[in-house]
């Protein structure tokens, strides 16, 4: 009999909650940058929304179609903040504040 609770995940549900996770923290970093705040704000309240609305999501195809989405407007996002410069200037100070050197 085995001492794991009826609820506890599998390792491919436990991975790829892992890869929702890092999506969710890589999203809201890329929102960071957006340079109006009530544009961020908006972003903000948008993408924890779509979370919210899918988190009882259990279907692992479901899940990952889910991803996609989400990952397609995260390279939007991360364009537009590319186009206006706002995004290489902000990589730019983040590194040399840890210290990095770019080639």
């Known amino acids: 009999m085995s001492k794991l609770p009826k609820s506890a995940l599998s390792l491919k549900q436990f991975m790829l909650r892992q890869e929702v996770l890092k999506l969710y923290r890589t999203i809201f970093r890329t929102?960071?940058?957006?340079?109006?705040?009530?544009?961020?704000?908006?972003?903000?309240?948008?993408?924890?929304?779509d979370f919210r609305a899918n988190r009882h999501?259990?279907?692992?195809?479901?899940?990952?179609?889910?991803?996609?989405?989400?990952?397609?407007?995260?390279?939007?996002?991360?364009?537009?903040?590319?186009?206006?410069?706002i995004a290489s200037t902000t990589a730019a100070s983040a590194s040399s504040k840890s210290g990095c050197k770019s080639a």
């Open 31 to 49: 929102i960071r940058q957006v340079p109006d705040e009530a544009s961020r704000e908006e972003l903000r309240q948008w993408a924890r929304a």
């Open 57 to 85: 999501q259990t279907e692992e195809l479901a899940i990952k179609m889910l991803m996609q989405t989400a990952n397609r407007s995260l390279k939007e996002l991360q364009t537009s903040l590319g186009l206006s410069g």
